[in-house]
Each structure stands twice: as structure tokens, then as C-alpha cells.
């Protein structure tokens, strides 16, 4: 790939159940649901990873981390996102910045915010202000506003390193 910046966007949903942990861009959120999902179902993780695969046009994280593969039951996705990054890195790019957003009813990710910054911040390996985190609810509407799920879509920036 030769140009200097690619843009890649990614979208995940994963459906909230009593008896998981809620886990959001690596940080354990106190709750009485948490997403369900073969690893643990960070949302926020795989929006990011799925934006950085679309930008150096290396698919989804479904197929570098299929759900058949017992290797990545339960695993840590800001550990998956580390493995893409990467690959990000391997094909001579870095990552410019990152703007999120999550759509939740509730609880309020305020107080969680920082910390899920910092998080992806260094994992992505940029200062936390190139990286973006807006929270929205679904106004009581669909399955975000019902609590039956919960949503995050993220975009990113990259830039040569070559
Ligand atoms: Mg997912």
C-alpha cells in the first residue's frame, strides 16, 4: 500500500445478559448485565479492531479470530486489538487518531470514560486526546433503548510510517 493515509470504520453488537461481566474498552464496569460473546464480548474492542482491519483492507476481526477457534473463548479483546495492531504496524502504518462512539442505555460510562481512553490510548499507541469516546443512549428506542444490546461503532485515521 503506498498511500499516506487510510480512514477504516468498523460496527459491533454484542446482546446484554444477566451473568456476564460488562467489559468496555478493557475496563470492568460495575453492572447487573454484561455482553455475551465467545471472548468477552468488548464491544468497544471490536469496533476499534474491525475499523483498523478495514483500514489496511485485512477483512474482519471474524476472520483473523473466529468464534470456532477455542483459542479465543473468553479471551481479552484489547489483547485481540493488540494483535491488530499489530498487523497495522507490520504493513508500515500508524495510528493517526480514533473516534468512538457507544451506544448503551445505561449505566452512564462517564465516570469510565478516562480509564477506557487511556486504555485504547495505549494500546493503539497514541497520546489519549487522539482518541475519541462519545456515549449515546437510545433514547428508550430499539434494542439499545430496550437494554436487550448494546452497539459501538469507531473510526480511524492511519498514517504511513514509511
Ligand atoms: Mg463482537
Not at 460496527?11 to 470492568?28: M, N, P, Y
Not at 500508524?94 to 445505561?106: I, S, W
Amino acid at each position: 500500500m503506498s498511500m499516506r493515509f487510510r480512514i477504516g470504520q468498523g460496527t459491533d453488537i454484542h446482546r446484554l445478559v444477566e451473568g456476564r461481566k460488562l467489559i468496555l474498552a478493557g475496563v470492568e464496569i460495575p453492572w447487573e448485565k454484561g455482553l455475551l460473546g465467545h471472548s468477552d464480548a468488548d464491544v468497544v474492542c471490536h469496533a476499534v479492531s474491525n475499523a483498523l482491519l478495514g483500514a489496511i483492507g485485512e477483512g474482519d476481526i471474524g476472520r483473523h479470530f473466529p468464534d470456532s477457534d477455542q483459542r479465543y473463548k473468553g479471551v481479552s479483546s484489547i489483547e485481540l486489538l493488540r494483535v491488530v495492531m499489530g498487523l497495522v504496524k507490520e504493513k508500515g502504518f500508524c495510528v493517526g487518531n480514533a473516534d468512538l462512539t457507544v451506544l448503551a442505555e445505561r449505566p452512564k460510562l462517564g465516570p469510565y470514560r478516562e480509564q477506557m481512553r487511556t486504555n485504547l490510548a495505549e494500546v493503539l499507541e497514541v497520546s489519549p486526546d487522539a482518541v475519541n469516546i462519545k456515549a449515546t443512549t437510545g433514547e428508550k428506542m430499539g434494542f439499545v433503548g430496550r437494554e436487550e444490546g448494546m452497539m459501538a461503532e469507531a473510526v480511524v485515521l492511519l498514517e504511513s510510517t514509511k
